[in-house]
């Protein structure tokens, strides 16, 4: 009878609905169950079989075929490295297996309360000790010209990387054309200074102004885009500005770019190698050097990458930099919230452009030279990759990231051709063991009492 409780097998009751229970006469038949597990060894072993046949296919004609001039000088010639190819590929997939191994088998995390506040405290002071160590590193003992320029280096990336934070870390709008920004600021301080005689410090803001505007117009054609698709507008948009300075050889030089570039002054005082009146070191009484210009263009940049690391902190508790944050969350319960999409995009897309384009007119300044070469989109990728690298929306992460990927890759110049084969597995394995970012935590930007640190698994990377 319909409704009425049947005993089942083991005392059990179910109620009699007239409908039988799935493998019983007349039920719904049972599917096969579950496969089975592969054995953590069988799986991690198909896994780098199967990386070590894509190295191979991608190391034969990189790595193994390789033409060399012949003895004669007449005629070039293949040489192979076939042995070459089998330590690389045997290497990728020794790591590749120990990368496998170690995930099946490693043992579930535990929260150790006690490791996370030590990283706390210790945290609190590594910026100021970062900070310190750059404005004393020219007078410290035994730093050379080069270390000089590698330091102005790094600071132009993160600059960059804070620049770009702003846009991919705080509003999660994926960007790969930021060096458009870049470049528009460099060509327009190039251009301003040599065509009108203006100084650095009066192109220096309409440099940014520029690339503001720019970044507004590049923020109106991808409102309703997210995700790849805002990926891809913006990748090309780079590549827009690239041909242009390229091919626009009445304005921007085209590929041979704009040379003689002024320098910037200090309140009216040049820098000359060989002194004389008016210079830098004839008013201060120094012996003249050429290492004074290179010190000062070092204070300049870290000047404008504290800069921006203070509006960007400061924007951030603000409603603006709180409406970023929620647009990265849910674009969709933002708007629920009555927040302003439009204008929250387009302002993290002018103020990202806005530093980018202050860092082009250093980068401008500093060489003395552009040309549409130092804007390809190998530099969006690596300031993406910085950004990616230190952590979305962390400050302390972009800038410990650009040091890490910056001056590694010159600490692996001895390497020569393998530099960037043994720099790549590097960040491979820092972002296997630390896919959050190097620094995972995140202060939030209100709280109620004291502020603490929340984890980085909590907040959302953005679907642009």
């Known amino acids: 009878m319909s409704g009425t409780a049947t005993p089942r097998e083991g005392g059990a009751a179910r109620a009699d609905d007239g409908v039988p229970a799935p493998g019983e006469a007349g039920g719904i038949p049972r599917g096969p169950g579950p496969a089975a597990a592969r054995p953590p060894l069988v799986a991690a072993l198909r896994d780098a079989g199967l990386a070590a046949l894509v190295a191979a296919a991608l190391f034969v004609p990189m790595v193994g075929l390789r033409t060399d001039v012949g ?160 990926a891809i507008v913006t990748l090309a948009f780079g590549e827009i500005i690239r041909i242009l300075l390229i091919n626009w050889v009445s304005l921007t030089g085209g590929p041979n770019g704009i040379s003689g570039i002024p320098r910037p002054s200090f309140f009216g005082l040049g820098f000359s190698a060989g002194g004389g009146p008016g210079s830098f070191s004839d008013f201060f009484g120094l012996e003249p050097s050429p290492t004074h210009r290179v010190v000062f263009l070092y204070y300049l940049i870290l000047a404008l990458a504290l800069l921006t690391n203070l509006v960007t902190i400061r924007l951030r508790r603000q409603p603006l930099g709180r409406a970023w ?13 009555g927040i302003n999409v439009t204008n929250t995009k387009l302002t993290a897309f002018a103020i990202g452009a806005m530093f980018g384009g202050f860092a082009g007119a250093f980068f401008a300044t500093r060489q003395a030279f552009v040309s549409p070469e130092s804007f390809t989109f190998i530099e969006s990728a690596i300031i993406l990759a910085i950004v990616v690298l230190g952590g979305l929306g962390s400050q302390l992460g972009v800038a410990l990231a650009a040091v890490v990927l910056i001056g590694g890759f010159e600490a692996f110049r001895d390497l020569e051709e393998y530099r960037m084969l043994v720099f790549g597995g590097v960040m491979v394995a820092i972002m296997v063991l630390r896919p959050r970012g190097l620094v995972s935590s995140r202060t939030p930007s209100v709280a109620l009492g004291k502020r603490r640190a929340v984890s980085g698994d909590l907040v959302g990377q953005g679907h642009g």
């Not at 040489?79 to 590749?96: K, S």
């Not at 945290?123 to 330091?151: K, W």
């Not at 790969?176 to 005689?197: D, H, I, N, R």
């Open 71 to 230: 003895p004669s000088g007449g005629g070039l010639f293949i040489r192979t490295r076939w042995a070459d190819v089998a330590i690389l590929v045997a290497l990728v997939f020794g790591l590749r297996l120990a990368v496998g191994l170690w995930t099946a088998l490693r043992p579930a995390p535990v929260a150790r309360p006690g490791r996370a506040a030590l990283l706390a405290r210790v945290g609190v002071f590594v910026a100021p000790a970062l900070l310190v160590f750059a404005l004393v590193f020219p007078a410290l003992p035994g730093t050379t010209r080069y270390g000089l320029d590698l330091g102005i280096l790094v600071l132009t990336y993160v600059m960059l990387g804070w620049g770009l934070n702003i846009v991919v870390g705080l509003a999660g709008l994926l960007d790969l054309g930021y060096v458009a920004f870049y470049a528009v600021g460099a060509y327009a301080y190039a251009l301003l200074s040599t065509t009108f005689g203006l100084s650095f410090w009066v192109c220096l803001p309409l440099a940014g102004v520029l690339a503001a505007f720019w970044g507004v117009l590049l923020g109106f054609p991808v409102l309703r885009l997210r995700g790849d698709y805002l």
């Open 325 to 337: 944050e929620a647009l990265r969350e849910d674009e969709i319960a933002c708007r629920a919230l």
